[in-house]
T-cell receptor, first 115, second 113 residues
Framework: NAGVMQNPRHLVRRRGQEARLRCSPM?????VYWYRQLPEEGLKFMVY????????ESGMPKERFSAEFPKEGPSILRIQQVVRGDSAAYFC?????????????FGSGTQLSVL | KNQVEQSPQSLIILEGKNCTLQ??????????LRWYKQDTGRGPVSLTI?????NTKSNGRYTATLDADTKQSSLHITASQLSDSASYIC????????????FGDGTTLTVKP
């Protein structure tokens, strides 16, 4: 049973480009969470999704950022018109349908660097 | 406001020594508390989970305690090893169904030979 898979592992973008980060949850998991970690800082919640639904996006910037978790395929975190301040590690976590959020299984993250 | 405060921010110890990391929270209502270990460049991995009624739980050389009255938790590491060098994150879950949790900023532990 593969763990949470995130790709790419590293992503370099120039200012103004778009960044797409992918997350495939563990098999059988229907809850996905995205977190952002700035250098030397802790993980900050961004968005919580279930299949085809955004449950809580209170931690996600209102502009340029969007997330989806379609019925088929991975969850996508999309950042439009990236700026240098978007440079960070983005972690995805998943949890099973029952007792969501009690145990999160994290991916290895995507390190986004904006030039 | 739901907050999780961890201390110390960073800690350096010699291999073989013990250490204790602290976590204070103001999260309410409380569901459970988890300690995660995050190696550099990796995602966090769960070490222990503490529910409201549990005071102590061990996982190998890791022992977590919880005092729900004072809203404090600690993570004690015994006979530290070089591989214990990592960030240790305290996470308090306060609404399981809505996926609500609050993360501490972590304690960075460095174990030196």
């Amino acid at each position: 049973n593969a763990g949470v898979m995130q790709n790419p592992r590293h992503l370099v973008r120039r200012r103004g480009q778009e960044a797409r980060l992918r997350c495939s949850p563990m098999k059988g998991h229907s809850h996905v969470y995205w977190y952002r970690q700035l250098p030397e800082e802790g993980l900050k919640f961004m968005v919580y999704l279930q299949k085809e639904n955004i449950i809580d996006e209170s931690g996600m910037p209102k502009e340029r950022f969007s997330a989806e978790f379609p019925k088929e395929g991975p969850s996508i975190l999309r950042i439009q018109q990236v700026v240098r301040g978007d440079s960070a590690a983005y972690f995805c976590a998943s949890s099973p349908p029952d007792r969501s959020n009690e145990k999160l299984f994290f991916g290895s993250g995507t390190q986004l660097s904006v030039l | 406001k739901n907050q999780v405060e961890q201390s110390p921010q960073s800690l350096i110890i010699l291999e073989g020594k013990n250490c204790t990391l602290q976590c204070n929270y103001t999260v309410s209502p409380f569901s459970n508390l988890r300690w995660y270990k995050q190696d550099t460049g990796r995602g966090p991995v769960s070490l222990t989970i503490m529910t409201f009624s549990e005071n102590t739980k061990s996982n190998g050389r890791y022992t977590a305690t919880l005092d729900a009255d004072t809203k404090q938790s600690s993570l004690h590491i015994t006979a530290s090893q070089l591989s214990d060098s990592a960030s240790y994150i305290c996470v308090v879950i306060y609404n399981t169904n809505a996926g609500k949790s609050t993360f501490g900023d972590g304690t960075t532990l460095t174990v030196k030979p």
